[in-house]
């Protein structure tokens, strides 16, 4: 995934920050990206919504966290702060979300976030381990009641 070099004060939370407007998207107008950051302030990956496609108001999300960030929320916290800026500033109106089935955090998050699972694309990604892996289908339109995603402690 592509990282933005300069901060945004559009940054959408304490916890993805980075280019948050499209027009700071130079060059590549349908995607805009986010590094992600724990509570004290440390660099633990990544937040993405690329694939935007303004006619149709849709857009792709991505994320991942290095392991030393997992297991506290901050993912879900990213995703829920980019995907509400995708929908309040950007103005898409859905956001898919694909994962390997096989990955269960990714799952877990992905709901956690209001992204409800509408299907099963089969062998439509081929991951890291080169293998074609079925895939997950989530989205969550601006329109679904949400509550924003608060980390505990
Ligand atoms: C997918 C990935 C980002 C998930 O990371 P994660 O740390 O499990 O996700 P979250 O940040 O949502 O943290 C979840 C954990 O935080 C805790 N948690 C949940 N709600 C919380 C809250 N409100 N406040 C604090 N902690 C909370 C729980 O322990 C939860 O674990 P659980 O899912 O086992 O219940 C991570 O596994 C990863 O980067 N994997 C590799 C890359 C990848 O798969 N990317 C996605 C490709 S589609």
Same mark, same amino acid.
């Given at each position: 995934m592509e990282t933005r070099e300069h901060a945004d004060p559009? %940054?959408?939370s304490a916890n993805a920050q980075g280019s948050g407007s499209r027009t700071a998207c130079r060059g590549s107008p349908d995607h805009c990206s986010w590094v992600v950051r724990d509570p004290s302030g440390r660099l633990v990956g990544q937040v993405s919504i690329h694939s935007m496609d303004e006619e149709i108001g849709s857009g792709e999300i991505g994320y991942w966290l290095a392991p030393s960030g997992r297991g506290r929320g901050v993912g879900a916290a990213a995703v829920d702060a980019a995907t509400r800026f995708a929908f309040d %500033?950007?103005?898409? %109106?859905r956001i898919e979300l694909f994962h390997a089935v096989e990955n269960e955090p990714s799952c877990r998050l992905a709901t956690r976030c209001g992204y409800l699972i509408e299907g099963t694309a089969r062998q439509s990604f081929i991951y890291g381990d080169r293998l074609r892996h079925d895939e997950h289908l989530h989205a969550r339109l601006a329109s679904d009641d949400v509550a924003t995603f608060e980390l505990l402690g």
């Open positions: 559009a %940054a959408p %500033a950007v103005g898409l %109106a």
